[in-house]
């Protein structure tokens, strides 16, 4: 089995703002999420995964998480996932 590592992006039903986040255990880290266990999340509860991409080199995964927080990346995410995010704003 590949390990891959992940750049994930979570949409909190409570403030309506992305979280952009990077792992190489996608399960165990949305499940700490949607816990509290993470300090950026913990009081924006609950959290939605809308984005998720899987990548064999733990690199990339950053570099695309460190992507999409720039303000281009964050405008190419709301392009991409408009639709989505419109679904959950209603």
Known sequence: MTNFSYAYVLYSLKDHKLYIGFTTNLKRRLSEHQQGKNI???KRLPLK???AEAHLSEEDA???E???KTDKGKTT???ALRDS??????
Request: net charge positive; no cysteine; aromatic share 14%.
């Open 40 to 42: 950026s999340t913990s």
């Open 49 to 51: 995964l809308i984005y």
């Open 62 to 64: 950053k570099r695309r």
């Open 66 to 68: 460190q992507y999409f």
């Open 77 to 79: 995410l709301r392009m």
């Open 85 to 90: 995010l419109k679904r959950l704003q209603t």
